[in-house]
């Protein structure tokens, strides 16, 4: 359930996830920002993606507190748990159904692109072991990373699932999305970047102020 922070003390502030991790160097940067996610993708079919191996390397530099995560569509069952030994959250992007995204051994996450009619509080109830419902913007053919934004207003007010918002989002823009939208997270990958797959640690450092900063009279 989305929860206005600024007027419930509940949730103190948006929590920030960088997805599309491939070097130790932005693994740091993110970590350094005070990042609280990082996102691993294992898709071989983005330009972000990493193999298991990789991902081992990468998880071990992230220290407690930080959450590995994840990011897989549509993948061999056998993978995704051999993935898991490296990971804290699973993050299904595909047509996953609920009871194969509840079978491994961490909790998960669910993308949700934002097609015409898509229903919402039906897909929170059919993902009811979701720990959130991750919001993207709807590309025929691409089950994530678009680097576009969409209609925030289509997000309902009551969605009885924390919202992390994903989709086109940057330092111009987050501030913004945060106010509108008031999600649990935002995730960041292009945003961020030089190249894909690249990060720039001075983005990352911007776009971590910028949500940090959305209310600083109640949250510094």
Known sequence: ??????????????????????????????????ADALGFVLWPGSKRAIDLARLAELSARVPAFVTRVGLVVDQDPKLIEAACEHLDLLQFHGNE???????????????????DRIDLQASASAYGQARALLLDAYKPGVPGGTGETFDWSRIPASLAKPVILAGGLHAMNVQQAVRAVH??????SGGVESTP????ADKID????????TYPSKFQ
């Not at 159904?97 to 097609?115: D, Q, V």
């Not at 797959?197 to 720039?200: D, E, N």
């Open 206 to 213: 911007d776009f971590l102020r910028q949500v940090l900063t």
């Open 197 to 200: 797959g690249i990060k720039a």
């Open 97 to 115: 159904a609920p009871e194969a995204c509840g079978r491994f051994s961490r909790p998960y996450i669910k993308a949700l692109r934002m097609r």
């Open 1 to 34: 359930m989305q929860v206005d922070p600024k007027t419930n003390p509940v949730i103190r502030r948006t929590r920030v996830k960088i997805c599309g991790l491939t070097r130790e160097e932005d693994v740091d940067a993110a970590v350094a920002a005070g």
């Open 183 to 188: 999600p649990f997270a935002v995730d960041v």
